[in-house]
C-alpha cells in the first residue's frame, strides 16, 4: 500500500504558474504509474496528466497539453506537476493517484490510492 501527500497548491493569478508535488510513502515508487488529475468544483474529477513507472511516459489531457509538464525523482518518491500559463479554468481540487504496474494509466478508475487533493484558485 502507498500513501500520498500533495503540496504546492494555491492562490496565483492568471498566467502565473505553480508546482504541484506528491510525496509517497514506500520503498518501490518507481513500480507505480502516477498521475494528476483534477475536479472543478460540481465536476467530475479528469486526469491531467499521467506517467509510467518504468519509463516516465507521459500523457496529457488536451486541456493542460504545452501548459504542463509531469515529472518524478523515483530517488524522492515525488511526482510533480508543473503548470505554466494557468488559466481561471484550471482552478480546482488536484488529486495525486498512483497504480501499481509498469503501464501507463489514464482513467480514474484504474486508480487504486488517492492523495487528499490541494486547492489550486486560478484569479482572473
Known amino acids: 500500500q502507498v500513501q500520498l501527500v500533495e503540496s504546492g497548491g494555491g492562490l496565483v493569478q492568471a498566467g502565473g504558474s505553480l508546482r504541484l508535488s506528491c510525496a509517497a510513502s514506500?520503498?518501490?515508487?518507481?513500480?507505480?504509474?502516477m498521475g494528476w488529475f483534477r475536479q472543478p468544483l460540481g465536476k467530475e474529477r479528469e486526469l491531467v496528466a499521467a506517467?509510467?513507472?518504468?519509463?516516465?511516459?507521459?500523457r496529457y489531457a488536451d486541456s493542460v497539453k504545452g501548459r504542463s509538464t509531469i515529472s518524478r525523482d523515483n530517488a524522492k518518491n515525488t511526482v510533480y506537476l508543473q503548470m505554466n500559463s494557468l488559466k481561471p479554468e484550471d482552478t480546482a481540487v488536484y488529486y495525486c493517484?498512483?497504480?501499481?504496474?509498469?503501464?501507463?494509466?489514464?482513467?480514474?478508475?484504474?486508480?487504486?490510492?488517492w492523495g487528499q487533493g490541494t486547492q489550486v484558485t486560478v484569479s482572473s
Open positions: 493517484a498512483a497504480q501499481p504496474g509498469t503501464g501507463l494509466w489514464l482513467v480514474r478508475g484504474d486508480y487504486d490510492y
Open positions: 506517467i509510467s513507472g518504468s519509463f516516465g511516459i507521459t
Open positions: 514506500g520503498r518501490t515508487f518507481n513500480s507505480y504509474a
